[in-house]
């Protein structure tokens, strides 16, 4: 019989983990004892929770499976909170495992290092941010436990919580026997599908609108293959910029309301049968919209179930919807649609003019055309809307959450759980909270190119108040600064540079390559002036 540390360890790598990632404290040093022996599953450690959370987030995003990030208890995991609540809201698949205080240490009577209010605080909060939460202090009930929070982290795609008290992580403990996906409706799911089938075929402008969650579920080909099928038009939400770009799909491009491309929103809103496939219902994704989208004439599926105005189907998978539309639909009676997805930018000029955000998007579009295509992982903050102009292959971003600090530690995360070097995009203030992770890169063997947008201040927020002086930052020196962290930094100020350096960070491998592009102050995409301009319409409405 296998002790309960290891049956945790067996059961993250059969459901699809491929790495752990954790800041050892007191409370969990046990379990990263048994880890590290082990050699299970990879473990690699971080200099603080964020970047824990943000890493294990960019693995499970990139390869589907569950990323796992493992803390100490009370100081450790409560910094992990904003992680995971960005997980939750973004649908990411992810494990927390805090260590805990064992049953001697509960019942002495004190109170203990690291603990909030009471002993069991820390569970309270998590029960707010994750899917699921399990205490292991019975190895008996251990297996099962572990069984129903694994299937519930990979089957709602959301994270899940494991305490783990550190007198419990030697006791013999049976295997995890994996549970089977959640049972569905046949009939139902069947049902379901011819209405919204009757719904597409009766609609003069039907049109496939496709979120972060078809990559989550691993449907983008069935996605692609309907679309085909009914021959009807695909458009991207924001947060699912990238889905798609490698099926062949007639895809009009990424909806972004006013600040995108005018084709592609007069498509979706005009739609009277937008059929919704994984989509958030945020303002990210719907708050610049040119006019108001009727949700309520629109069909929905998300989160485990179909709605279509008044009708609700509970219990509907997505995958299983999709199937089920794929074995009854036919062909609609139009023209099979063409894809209008706007080519990316090419051809920056190598000249000694000052760099503008969209200079970088066609520095990094050039320069990957020859060098072959990169992950692509980005912070929020106009680095965010400049790289929806890049050809990468995907975009990892928390695009509905805009959480700051992500860029970095998650870059990190994918190329630890892949091996994948990834291209990461990082504004100055979001580098200022976690870019200091690159410091671990030369004992864990990681290199990624990251590129900085330095205007010296929070931009996108200047972008609301220009008058404000209070989202001055001042100049760091970040390339300076990247020797001692075991890289190569470059500083540039003009096009010409730019792209020179970027070809070279790319050929040079073994050390992450830092870029620092001095931006003028004020200087924005033309994406993030048109977001700006349609959120404030918005908040201007009565």
């Not at 969990?28 to 690699?44: K, M, N, T």
């Not at 909806?255 to 919704?276: F, H, I, K, N």
């Not at 990957?368 to 912070?379: E, H, Q, W, Y």
């Not at 220009?466 to 930052?473: F, I």
């Amino acid at each position: 019989m296998k002790n309960l540390s290891i049956a945790l360890l067996d059961a993250l790598k059969q459901h699809g983990a491929r790495a752990l990632f954790g800041l050892p404290g007191d409370f969990v040093l046990p379990f990263f004892r048994h880890a590290e022996q082990s050699g299970i599953l990879p473990l690699h450690t971080l200099s603080h929770e964020p970047g824990v959370g943000f890493a294990a987030d960019g693995a499970a995003r990139y390869l589907g499976g569950p990323g796992v990030a493992v803390v100490t208890y009370g100081a450790g995991a409560l910094n992990l909170v904003n992680a995971v609540a960005g997980a939750y809201a973004e649908k990411v698949p992810l494990v927390v495992i805090s260590g805990a205080p064992g049953a001697l240490e509960r019942g002495n009577g004190l109170l203990l290092h690291h603990q909030s209010r009471t002993l069991d605080s820390q569970l309270a909060i998590f029960r707010e941010i994750t899917c699921d939460q399990v205490v292991l202090d019975d190895a008996r009930q251990a297996p099962a436990l572990i069984a129903r929070a694994l299937r519930n982290c990979l089957s709602q795609s959301r994270p899940v919580y494991i305490e783990l008290p550190r007198d419990m992580v030697d006791a013999p403990c049976a295997p995890v026997t994996p549970l089977p996906p959640p049972a569905w409706d046949a009939e139902a799911v069947q049902a379901c599908a011819r209405e919204v089938l009757r719904r597409l075929a009766a609609a003069a402008n039907p049109l496939l609108l496709v979120g972060i969650e078809i990559r989550r579920c691993g449907v983008e080909h069935k996605v692609a293959e309907l679309a085909r099928l009914l021959r009807i038009p695909v458009a991207t939400t924001l947060m699912g910029r990238g889905l798609l770009v490698n099926q062949d799909a007639p895809l009009l491009g990424t909806y972004l309301g006013v600040a995108g491309d005018a084709e592609v929103t007069r498509a979706v809103e005009e739609s009277d049968a937008l059929l919704m496939l994984g989509v958030l219902l945020s303002d990210t994704n719907f708050g610049v919209s040119a006019r108001k989208i009727d949700l309520r004439g629109s069909i929905l599926a998300l989160d485990g179930q179909v709605t279509l105005g008044h009708h609700v189907y509970p219990a509907i998978p997505i995958e299983a919807l999709l199937d089920a539309m794929l074995d009854e639909g036919a062909p609609l009676d139009r023209t099979a649609p063409q894809g209008l997805a706007q080519p990316a930018p090419y051809g920056m000029p190598e000249d000694g003019a000052a760099i503008a955000p969209g200079d970088i998007a066609r520095a990094v579009n050039d320069a990957l055309r020859l060098a072959g295509p990169m992950p692509l992982v980005s912070d929020i903050g106009d680095c965010f809307f400049t790289a929806l102009d890049m050809q990468g292959e995907g975009l990892l971003a928390p695009g509905y959450y805009a959480t700051m600090g992500y860029g970095v530690p998650a870059g990190l995360g994918l190329q630890a759980a892949s091996g994948r070097r990834p291209l990461i995009l990082v504004g100055d203030g979001a580098f200022q909270m976690t870019g200091w992770e690159l410091g671990n890169c030369a004992r864990s063997g990681w290199d990624p190119v990251v590129i900085v947008f330095n205007n010296q201040g929070w931009e996108m927020l200047r972008a609301f108040q220009p008058e404000a002086r209070y989202t001055d930052l001042g100049d760091w020196r970040f390339a300076a600064m990247a020797p001692m962290l075991g890289g190569d930094g470059y500083r540039v100020q003009t096009r010409g540079e730019l792209a020179r350096t970027l070809r070279h960070a790319l050929d040079k491998r073994g050390r992450f390559q830092l870029i620092e592009v001095m931006l003028p102050r004020g200087a924005q995409s033309a994406t993030l002036e048109r977001f700006v301009a349609g959120v404030r319409r918005g908040q201007a409405r009565p």
